[in-house]
C-alpha cells in the first residue's frame, strides 16, 4: 500500500471499523459505503439514509447487520479522525476527503 491514501466521500458524519477490523464503514448524508481495509475500495453501497444512534452504526454489504461503535464528525473541528484496530493507520477527514496514513512508529522509551 502506497504510504498515503485518500477516498473521496462527500458529507461523512461518521466512520468505524467491522468487529474483525477488515471493513471500514462510513455513514454520509448520501447513505453508508463500506471499504476494504485490504486495498480500501468500497465493496458495498446503500443510498438510503442510516444515521448513527447512540454511537452505533448499522452495516451493509459483507458486514451486513453487524451493529459497529463509529466516531463522529467533530462539527467545531469540521474533522474526524480515528486509528485502525491494530493502531497501524490514522484516518483524518476534512472537506470531502478521507486521508488514510501510516501512524508514526511508537518510541519505546526504557
Known sequence: ????????????????????????????HSGRGVYTMFDWQRVARDAELAYPENGIGIGIGPIDGER???????YDTGELNLNTPD???????ESGTIEIAQSAPEQNHH
Open 1 to 28: 500500500m502506497p504510504k498515503e491514501t485518500y477516498l473521496h466521500v462527500g458529507g461523512v458524519v461518521a466512520m468505524g471499523f467491522s468487529r474483525n477490523g477488515d471493513y471500514l464503514l462510513v455513514i454520509s
Open 68 to 74: 459497529i461503535r463509529i466516531t463522529e464528525m467533530n
Open 87 to 93: 493502531g497501524s493507520m490514522t484516518l483524518r477527514y
